[in-house]
């Protein structure tokens, strides 16, 4: 799948891996969760409103479209969150149930 984000000729920076919902995904050191997410095809969240998925908005940390969590339940804004190898990222807030979801 191709991803949101599109990198254009990275060469120089090394590349880190993490895992994203049980999923591998490669990343380059200095990106944070969000660009590795939507670079990799991926998407940062469920809509709490709907079936839709959400993949951030203003890009700046303002806005509060981009939290994920740790799988130790440690909210992050994945905007301005930089991805590291071994990081074990969640989508969807643990343990949480939405009241539009079946």
């Avoid at 254009?8 to 891996?17: C, I, S």
């Avoid at 944070?32 to 409103?49: D, H, I, N, P």
């Amino acid at each position: 799948m191709s991803g949101r984000f599109v990198r254009l000729g990275e060469t120089d920076r090394p590349p880190v891996t993490l895992h994203v919902d049980g999923q591998s995904v490669t990343a380059l050191e200095g990106d944070t969760l969000m660009v590795a997410l939507l670079s990799s095809g991926g998407t940062l969240r469920q809509s709490e409103f709907g079936d839709g998925r959400r993949a951030g908005f203003c890009l700046m940390g303002a806005c509060q479209d981009c939290w994920v969590w740790t799988e130790g339940g440690d909210r992050l804004r994945a905007c301005s969150t930089l991805a590291a190898a071994g990081q074990r990222i969640l989508t969807s807030q643990p343990e949480a149930t939405w009241p539009n979801h079946a």
